[in-house]
């Protein structure tokens, strides 16, 4: 997970005791979480809270929904970012264990992010007869598709078969998609 300077450093200052009491650290925690579970969508934050501060921990909870962190991994990178103080992690990781379901579907419903395909497996059947031929004798493709649910753990198989001018074209297909997103990628590198 990539952080800009901006959120590191307002991670880094929800550490410091002196720029952030104890009781507005849970204030805000508590306020930051409840935006999840409340109806109301307009929480007030209090007047010491700015609003950079707020939009950085709610980038980071939403980078840890999205790279599947636990809570050793939430924990390392804090360390990193020099939020070290056990009790403010503590408080933190309870509030994210306890909302991370209703985090995971907030961001499912509100994201453009696509379920995630994680291995492709595939087989060829040769279909010797029919009920209605005696002798057919054509290849049939079984492929057998695992895919992550986006901000889950779900794990979903798809299975199907094809013939081969369809396995043909499934294939096109996708080299059409990887050419563009090639071009795409090209003309990003280019304008930097």
């Not at 934050?45 to 962190?69: A, G, H, N, P, Q």
Request: glycine share 0%; proline share 1%.
């Amino acid at each position: 997970m990539e952080l800009n300077s901006e959120i590191e450093e307002d991670l880094r200052r929800l550490n410091n005791s002196t720029s952030i009491a104890d009781n507005q650290y849970e204030e805000l925690i508590d306020k930051i979480f409840s935006i999840f579970t409340s109806a109301n969508s307009n929480i007030e934050f209090s007047t010491s809270f700015d609003r950079r501060l707020v939009s950085s921990i709610l980038t980071f909870i939403f980078e840890c929904v999205k790279y599947d962190f636990d809570e050793t991994s939430i924990r390392s990178k804090l360390d990193d970012l020099q939020f070290t103080n056990k009790i403010r992690q503590d408080r933190f990781l309870n509030q994210f264990n306890k909302n991370l379901p209703v985090i995971q579907l907030y961001l499912k419903q509100k994201s453009i992010e696509h379920d995630r395909l994680l291995d492709v497996n595939w087989r060829l059947d040769l279909q010797l007869k029919t009920n209605y031929t005696d002798k057919l004798l054509q290849p049939i493709y079984i492929l057998d598709w695992t895919k992550r649910e986006k901000y889950t753990t779900k794990i979903d198989h798809i299975q199907f078969s094809c013939s081969q001018e369809s396995l043909q074209e499934l294939l096109e297909k996708l080299k059409d998609a990887q050419s563009v997103l090639h071009q795409m990628q090209y003309q990003q590198q280019t304008k930097k």
